[in-house]
């Protein structure tokens, strides 16, 4: 008599049972592969070995290789990957000499080049005089410019870079807190407001016609204020305002930095000086004052009477009886 197996239908000898009906699958000639720790361990030397040689061909001095994790290994390589697709050392067009230490040491802040994405390129060496961070430091936040800011300016830096990209060589201005190494932060009091100014910039000498950078440059707009003189009138002015934010007074101070009659501002709304682009920002910091929680200084652009933009850091805060909304402007130059 003939016996079928119930699994795969095929014909079976009355001695054989299916190792299929068991749960199990036949038995194979090859050997399965199996992870052993010598073969984890050769896969380590591997990767370490490779690490190694990228390490090596990386342009910065023999003792900075030393110190590098293989994370900062990586950021650096992806880094220099980035600038060659933009900047083929062979098509490139003829250049200058390098920007020495001298030479940057003379930039008001350091130089930013970003992909269209957002990705950093290239990051000048002076911008720990800024942040504290060296570009090793610097990357092991992130590999985009979104990752060395800090809060809302995230959302600010994408409109910026969108608007810009639209069409390349119009340039934009946003200002935001960059992340800064903890000793500057202990020395300084926290992070840094930074204007980032810049435009993209068609690479003819790149392989692909459409190729764009975002070049800028990165400048600190104001020193800590902690070490600044709050009663002083050189650099703020102070203004009362009912919860709508219409102005029910001003210190005379504004009219040095705003060019306004103290008497031209009460009763106008403070949104009605506000740059457009940042009355979100605003919106957010008032909107928080009002419902009496916590809320962070802001950097705003605010117009002059002479129709020009000033930037200001604007701390508020609602008065105890809880009717009036106090700012405290600093102007940034």
């Given amino acids: ?13 009355a001695e ?27 896969r380590r030397d ?17 003792r900075e290789k030393e110190r590098l994790s293989y994370l900062h290994t990586m950021a ?11 900047f083929p050392p062979d098509s490139a067009p003829p250049a200058g000499p390098a920007l ?26 002076n911008v720990a005089q800024v942040l504290g961070f060296s570009v090793v430091e610097l990357l092991s936040q992130g590999d985009t410019v979104f990752d060395i800011l800090h809060g809302q300016a995230h959302e600010d830096a994408r409109r910026n870079l969108l608007l810009a990209q639209e ?17 500057f932060r202990l020395r300084h009091g926290g992070n840094l407001a930074v204007a980032v100014r810049g435009r993209f910039t068609a690479l003819r000498w790149s392989a692909s016609p459409s190729a764009t950078a975002f070049l800028a440059l990165c400048t600190p707009v104001m020193q800590s204020l902690a070490n600044s003189n709050a009663g002083s009138q050189d650099d703020l002015f102070q203004s009362t305002h009912i919860l709508d934010m219409t102005f029910t007074d001003v210190t005379e101070s504004v009219s040095y930095h705003l060019g ?25 910091q008032h909107r928080a004052v009002a419902l009496g929680a916590a809320a962070g200084p802001a950097v705003l652009r605010v117009l002059r009477r002479d129709r020009t933009w000033a930037w200001l850091h604007v701390s ?12 405290t402007s600093h102007c940034l130059r």
């Fill in 260 to 284: 306004y009659r103290r008497e031209e501002l009460i009763g106008q709304s403070w949104y009605s000086l506000l740059h457009p682009e940042d009355t979100d920002l605003a919106a957010t």
């Fill in 167 to 183: 069409k390349p060589g119009r340039e934009v201005t946003f200002v935001g807190e960059m992340r800064t190494s903890k000793t």
């Fill in 100 to 125: 020495g230490t001298e030479l940057l040491s003379l930039l008001p802040g350091f130089l930013l080049v970003l992909s269209a994405d957002g990705k950093l390129v290239y990051i000048s060496e």
């Fill in 46 to 62: 591997q990767i370490n070995v490779e690490l190694q040689a990228l390490r090596s061909l990386l342009p910065i001095s023999a």
């Fill in 316 to 327: 508020a805060r609602r008065d105890a009886g809880g009717r009036a909304i106090t700012c």
């Fill in 16 to 42: 054989t049972s299916c190792l299929l009906r068991r749960g199990k699958q036949e038995p194979s000639t090859s050997k399965p592969f199996r992870s052993t720790k010598g073969a984890s361990k050769a």
């Fill in 1 to 13: 008599m003939t016996i079928f197996c119930s699994h795969c239908h095929r014909p079976l000898q």
């Fill in 76 to 86: 650096l390589v992806c880094l220099q990957l980035r600038g060659a697709q933009l």
